[in-house]
């Protein structure tokens, strides 16, 4: 036994919201392996086992240093019997024979590269895996029955998994303020998501606009759908109408009101060269020479390139509690509703913030309040990559 002069072991709280987690960290070697286990326990429906091992790899991303031994291991929170098992090879063998025979099985694959196919979720792909089909092309050639939402994500797969670049999401966030400020003056236009965590990279670009003046944003969405449309921006729109209405007595009540449009996932047209914020004196117009495939099958060629967006409009009074849901990680995003809900009585979504003691709703200006509400010492978005 070790006599007690021990240098105190790190310790790492257990909710996600209430540690900060840089984007680069010190164990990627263990949490892509626990990850793949955890995509693969989603592609199998398995969302327990998921989160167990998404919130396994988070604690480690929290870590100041690397984890060279089991010893590291000691005191932290989360980590269970499957994931300490999977860790513990990692470090004696340098892999996990479960990850890698994962990461090689041929479900694993082929859930991987459907569900990267835009607009297929977990089911259809599972379906279409039964059935023997593989890869993207194979939905063509056996001639599936897409939904428009499919044939977009495989007509631009190429485009839509190649990373957007930070460059290309400013470039996308002038785009955006154009057609905003065309149809309303004034209003305010926030990126969110990775970008706004302070990624290089991610898979799409995220957006949450919203105006000073209540009721100003009503109708919004719409008019600037059409204004990219008019300017031949858009390959792909899905609208939802805001489907939330505060009650008296309590959150999240199904929709009745449905005259609100709020978010739209889309597929927008991005001219090459024209990305970033320095002179667009670019002389590189390749365009126009290339095959005209013409009209609605029109494919990425050297001169613009399909990134997916998304767009979402709040009213300012839920400005502060939309800012916080759209900013993610998608794990720091549900650890903070899983905190309010089982520690505060209190139930958090991107619209509000209710007390069920008080039963009441705490109204917030700013993400700080609402961490406050919550009890919670507040971490920036560049520390909320759990
Ligand atoms: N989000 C949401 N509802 C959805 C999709 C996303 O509330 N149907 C929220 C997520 O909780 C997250 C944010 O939107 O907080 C961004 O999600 P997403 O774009 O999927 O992920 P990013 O963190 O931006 O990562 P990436 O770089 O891969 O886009
Ligand atoms: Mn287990
Ligand atoms: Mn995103
Ligand atoms: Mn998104």
Known sequence: PKPSADPPATTVKSYACQRRTPLKHHNTFLTDALEILAENAEFNENEGRSVAFRRSASVLKALPHVVRGMDDLKNLPCLGEHSVRVIKEILEDGTSSEVESTRQSEQYQAMKALTGVFGVGVKSADRWFREGLRRPLDLIHTGQKLNLAQQAGVQYYNDLNRPVTKR???????????????????????????????????????????HLEEGAEEGLMPKVLNWLEEQGLLLYQKTTRNSYLESKDGPARPPHNLDRFERCFSIFKLEKGKEGSGTSLNTSYDSGTTEGITGTTEQPGPSWRAVRVDLVVSPFSQFAFA???????????????????????????????YDSKQQRYLRANSEEEIFAHLGLEYIPPSERNA
């Open 168 to 210: 290309e999401a400013v470039a996308i966030s002038h785009i955006v303020e154009k057609a905003v400020n065309a149809v309303l003056s004034g209003a305010i236009i926030t990126l969110m998501g990775g970008f706004r965590r302070g990624k290089e990279v991610g898979h799409d670009v995220d957006f949450l606009i919203t």
């Open 323 to 353: 800012t916080l849901g759209w900013t993610g990680s998608k794990l720091f995003e549900r650890e903070l509703r899983r905190w309010a809900g089982q520690e505060k009585g209190m139930s958090l979504s991107s619209h509000a913030l």
